[in-house]
């Protein structure tokens, strides 16, 4: 069955703090995506990946970065947290363009 | 500037009722158009899809009635069921853009039994 796996599912980091979330998908999927939810903002993209070792800019990068170290895993970094990034992130995966993109379950991030 | 707008942002409906939210969008390129549902701690799970070549997209008691001239979608739920409460995202996608969805703020959807 497809999955997109996250991890931590929630977590607690300092202002100014180092956070990675991690992404992994055993679909197959050459591309795989990074969105922030907010409420009232729905989702928005971060960055994305569409092939291994490679990353692209999303909608709002800003102070976040990703690396796509094989094609299964998919990393969002914030090497330096604020508070503005307390958030629900998202990753997803997808096979084939033109279709609906695969959803994890979330990583609830908070930010003190 | 956002491009892919939901209306309303909230709806009741009582049980048994046809529940309609709205969508509409900007950019004329975007040629497909996924409907997200999304329960209270899970992630978006894709719900029903159409494509801008067609009007009309059935599946089940989920039907999406799409106006290319107007830009604007509709997701009409019928015989609504108290299990059809949660979040739904219109989202919007263009086939040259490698699969980066445009997504509206969504419409909290309540069905009371």
């Known amino acids: 069955e497809a999955a997109v796996t996250q991890s931590p599912r929630s977590k607690v980091a300092v202002t100014g703090g180092k956070v990675t979330l991690s992404c992994h998908q055993t679909?197959?999927?050459?591309?795989m995506y990074w969105y922030r939810q907010d409420t009232g903002h729905g989702l928005r993209l971060i960055h994305y990946s569409y092939v291994a070792d490679s990353t692209e800019k999303g909608d709002i990068p800003d102070g976040y970065k990703a690396s796509r170290p094989s094609q299964e895993n998919f990393s969002l970094i914030l090497e330096l947290a604020s508070l503005s990034q307390t958030a629900v992130y998202f990753c997803?995966?997808?096979?084939?363009?033109?279709?609906?993109?695969?959803f994890g379950e979330g990583t609830r991030l908070s930010v003190l | 500037q956002q491009q892919v707008r939901q209306s309303p942002q909230s709806l009741t409906v009582w049980e048994g009722e046809t529940a309609i939210l709205n969508c509409s969008y900007e950019?004329?390129?975007?040629?497909?158009f996924p409907w997200y549902q999304q329960f209270p701690g899970e992630g978006p799970a894709l719900l029903i899809s159409?494509?801008?070549?067609?009007d009309k997209k059935e599946d089940g008691r989920f039907t999406i009635f799409f106006n290319k001239r107007e830009k604007k979608l509709s997701l009409h739920i019928t015989d609504s069921q108290p299990g059809d409460s949660a979040t739904y995202f219109c989202a919007a996608d263009r086939g040259s853009a490698l699969g980066r969805l445009h997504f509206g703020a969504g419409t909290q959807l309540i069905v009371i039994p």
């Open positions: 950019d004329s390129t975007f040629n497909y």
């Open positions: 679909n197959n999927h050459d591309y």
């Open positions: 997803a995966s997808l096979g084939t363009i033109n279709q609906a993109p695969l």
């Open positions: 159409i494509r801008s070549v067609s």
